[in-house]
């Protein structure tokens, strides 16, 4: 019994550091829908392609990880930017379900460049991290890393959002994209800088998992849906509520894959949403309107 | 529809098989009825603004409970398919009730079932041991050849005149519904749920009985698919790749025509097709890459799709 707390304890803890990044990962996709009103289908394509960006600059390439690291996000922020001008502000004013497809179609082009480009093979890193050692417990330091900077870009993003003029510009328009527009505020530029906010917080992602996941063409399959139920319970665009779901799903997921197989985990997940929906169905967080 | 030409074009259809049966046009005929019939039942509630992006979902539900209930428990198709199309149809009621019950619509609707579908792929990638995986897995041939018992034909023209029968039952359906009185309440329900359920609209109950309909239709299109194909994969039959391919067809052909999705499959499946043949396997992904920027390009600029494009500009007064 003892080893098997040992091991529940273990896979707590992991939840925590996966929850960390779960919710930078929900942040993102938030904040577009939030300010934007459009759900990116494709987000954890572009989070794809930033895990390939740090791969090539990092063990093709040799940068130094923070560089790597740094132009990896500034590249997911240009494509956040070039998937806004492109896709997203030709359909601005149609309906939902087409800003939907045309965003699915990004998906499947994005997956079939990433197959064109770095072909099916599983690639990682190589970088081996040391495990760190309490009481029996092993947690790897690729984790907490994670956990960390995951929590600091959150902050960033939260100062940025609260002390500075765009910031405060960006949630006017989330509460009311009319009257800002009346106010003198630009939205279309605040569109691109959110979109390029939302891209750059998908960078930060892709950096943060490519320390502990293989990366593949497919492999924003395995985190989309999960990121996509974490928005709907933290209640779109509200982001204390996808920040609180984040860590429930990544105990879930940490705890039930403990048990059975990680894709059991998001199984778990999902009825958990279900029964979730019943008990709070505005989301976790949400203001009852 | 008028009565005449659909007589004629059915006729048509009908008698296609014994004049031409060339294996691969017809192969691909079956497909293209199998897949109209799938995108039929995605519009069936699609068109009233349920963007359903978990079709996938019941379509591999349908597939594989039908391949399952025949290779572990020696369950012919016959029963097979009923046991799938309900475990489609109450995957769907559990999914679906909470949904709008709460009214989680639009955006949240979309990206609840788009989960859904995900989730769905990711159970029959760990029940490895039972689907085979992402392998894929193939129903067991019933004593080499055809059989009725075990729904499986060798013969292409069978499965041609089976998968135009339900087609036509498809289009039917979607007939059935458009002239019934829960088009009026969807209708309603679409523009505003709050008006419609003032006037006497059981909001929840009327979207539920169209999404269990669709499920089950959808879900019948995945056995079908088994039944023709006997090789299913995950990735071909579920996953959001397909969800998103149903609405991309149905979106092509034309949400509010009877006949769009199935004028998407016939626009949409060669395509696939050409792609797969003329890039071959030297250049893995290119097909998906072009099919892609299609998407993108044909919502950006024919939103109405192409049937309904061609009907608007026939009759000047836009129709839904």
């Given at each position: 019994?003892?080893v098997?707390?040992?091991y529940?304890?273990e896979?707590?803890?992991n939840g925590?550091l996966l929850g960390?990044v779960?919710?930078?990962l929900?942040?993102?996709l938030?904040?577009?829908f939030?300010?934007?009103d459009?759900?990116?289908?494709?987000?954890?394509?572009?989070?794809m392609?930033g895990?390939?960006?740090?791969?090539f600059?990092a063990?093709v390439?040799?940068?130094p990880?923070?560089?790597?690291?740094a132009?990896?996000?500034?590249?997911?922020g240009?494509?956040?930017?070039?998937?806004h001008?492109l896709v997203?502000a030709?359909?601005l004013?149609a309906?939902?379900?087409?800003?939907?497809l045309?965003?699915?179609?990004?998906?499947?082009?994005l997956?079939?460049?990433?197959t064109?480009?770095?072909?099916?093979e599983f690639?990682?890193l190589?970088l081996?991290?040391?495990?760190?050692?309490?009481?029996?417990?092993?947690?790897?330091?690729?984790r907490?890393l994670?956990?960390a900077a995951?929590?600091?870009?959150m902050v960033?993003?939260y100062l940025?959002?609260?002390?500075?003029y765009t910031?405060?510009?960006?949630r006017?328009?989330?509460?009311?994209?009319q009257?800002?527009?009346?106010?003198?505020v630009?939205?279309r530029r605040?569109y691109?800088?959110?979109?390029?906010?939302g891209?750059?917080?998908?960078?930060?992602?892709?950096?943060?998992?490519v320390?502990q996941?293989?990366?593949?063409p497919f492999v924003g399959?395995?985190?989309?849906?999960?990121t996509?139920?974490?928005c709907?319970?933290?209640?779109?665009?509200?982001?204390?509520?996808g920040?609180v779901?984040?860590?429930?799903?990544a105990?879930?997921?940490?705890?039930?894959?403990?048990?059975?197989?990680?894709?059991?985990g998001?199984?778990?997940?999902?009825?958990?949403f279900i029964?979730?929906?019943?008990?709070?169905?505005q989301?976790?967080?949400?203001?009852?309107? | 529809?008028?009565?005449?030409p659909?007589?004629?074009?059915?006729?048509?259809?009908i008698a296609l098989?014994?004049?031409?049966?060339?294996?691969?046009?017809?192969?691909i005929?079956v497909l293209?009825?199998?897949?109209?019939?799938?995108y039929t039942?995605w519009s069936?509630?699609?068109?009233f603004?349920?963007?359903?992006l978990?079709?996938?979902?019941?379509m591999?539900?349908g597939?594989?409970v039908?391949a399952?209930a025949?290779?572990?428990g020696?369950?012919?198709?016959?029963l097979?398919?009923?046991?799938a199309?309900?475990a489609?149809?109450l995957l769907a009621?559990?999914?679906?009730?909470?949904?709008?019950?709460f009214?989680?619509t639009?955006h949240?609707?979309a990206?609840?079932?788009?989960a859904?579908?995900?989730?769905v792929l990711?159970v029959i990638?760990a029940?490895?041991?039972?689907t085979?995986g992402?392998?894929g897995?193939t129903?067991?041939?019933?004593?080499?050849?055809?059989?009725l018992?075990?729904l499986?034909?060798?013969?292409?023209t069978t499965w041609?005149?089976?998968?135009?029968g339900?087609?036509a039952?498809g289009?039917?359906?979607?007939?059935r519904?458009?002239?019934s009185m829960?088009?009026?309440?969807l209708?309603?329900i679409a523009e505003?749920e709050d008006?419609?359920?003032?006037t006497?609209?059981?909001?929840t109950?009327?979207?539920l009985?169209?999404?269990?309909?669709?499920?089950v239709m959808?879900?019948?299109?995945g056995s079908l698919?088994?039944?023709?194909q006997?090789?299913?994969?995950?990735?071909?039959v579920?996953?959001?790749?397909?969800s998103?391919?149903?609405?991309?067809?149905?979106?092509?052909?034309?949400?509010?025509?009877a006949?769009g999705?199935?004028?998407?499959?016939?626009?949409?499946?060669?395509?696939?097709?050409?792609?797969?043949?003329?890039?071959?396997t030297?250049a893995?992904g290119w097909?998906?890459?072009?099919y892609g920027?299609?998407?993108?390009?044909?919502?950006?600029?024919?939103?109405r799709?192409?049937?309904?494009?061609?009907?608007?500009?026939?009759r000047?007064?836009p129709a839904g």
């Open positions: 019994m003892g098997f707390d040992i529940l304890l896979a707590l803890i925590v960390g779960l919710a930078l929900s942040l993102g938030n904040l577009v939030g300010v934007i459009v759900v990116w289908i494709c987000y954890a394509e572009l989070i392609l895990m390939y960006a740090m791969y600059l063990s390439y040799h940068a990880l923070l560089l790597a690291a132009l990896s996000i500034a590249a997911v240009v494509l956040g930017v070039l998937l001008v997203i030709p359909l004013g309906a939902p379900i087409n800003q939907l045309a965003t699915g179609g990004v998906l499947f082009f997956q079939s460049a990433a064109i480009l770095f072909g099916i690639k990682n190589g081996r991290l040391p495990v760190l050692k309490v009481a029996g417990m092993f947690i790897s330091y690729s907490l994670a956990f995951a929590l600091i870009g960033l993003v940025f959002l609260s002390r500075t910031g405060a510009a960006i006017a328009i989330a509460q009311d994209r009257i800002m527009t009346l106010m003198g630009d939205s605040i691109v800088i959110t979109s390029a906010l891209g750059g917080l998908a960078g930060l992602a892709a950096c943060l998992l320390l996941y293989d990366v593949h399959l395995s985190f989309g849906p999960i996509f139920l974490i709907v319970l933290g209640g779109l665009g509200n982001f204390l509520g920040f779901a984040a860590f429930v799903f105990e879930i997921i940490s705890v039930g894959g403990l048990y059975l197989d990680l894709e059991w998001y199984v778990f997940a999902f009825a958990f029964a979730m929906m019943f008990v709070r169905p989301g976790l967080l949400a203001r009852r309107s | 529809m008028r009565r005449g659909a007589l004629l074009g059915g006729a048509a259809l098989p014994f004049v031409y049966a060339a294996p691969y046009p017809l192969h005929a293209i009825l199998i897949w109209s019939f799938a039942s069936v509630m699609g068109r603004g349920l963007t359903s978990g079709h996938g979902g019941f591999g539900i597939a594989y039908t399952l025949w290779n572990r020696g369950v012919s198709p016959w097979g398919i009923p046991l199309l309900g489609g149809g009621l559990i999914v679906a009730y909470p949904c709008f019950r009214r989680i639009g949240y609707f990206l609840v079932t788009l859904l579908s995900g989730i990711q990638t029940t490895r041991d039972y085979g992402s392998l897995y129903p067991e041939r019933y004593r080499g050849g055809s059989s018992y075990a499986q034909f060798s013969g292409k041609y005149l089976i998968a135009l339900v087609w039952v289009i039917w359906i979607w007939h519904v458009d002239r829960l088009r009026y309440a209708e309603a505003d008006a419609a359920a003032a006497g609209v059981h909001v109950a009327e979207k009985k169209i999404t269990v309909l669709s499920a959808t879900a019948l299109a698919y088994c039944q023709y006997m090789f299913i994969s995950p990735d071909t579920s996953g959001i790749a397909v998103l391919q149903m609405v991309f067809a149905v979106v092509v052909g034309g949400i509010y025509v006949l999705p199935t004028v998407g499959a016939i626009i949409t499946i060669p395509l696939a097709e050409v792609l797969r043949i003329s890039f071959g030297r893995v097909d998906n890459l072009v920027v299609l998407l993108v390009l044909f919502i950006v600029f024919l939103p799709g192409i049937l309904g494009s061609v009907l608007a500009l026939r000047p007064r």
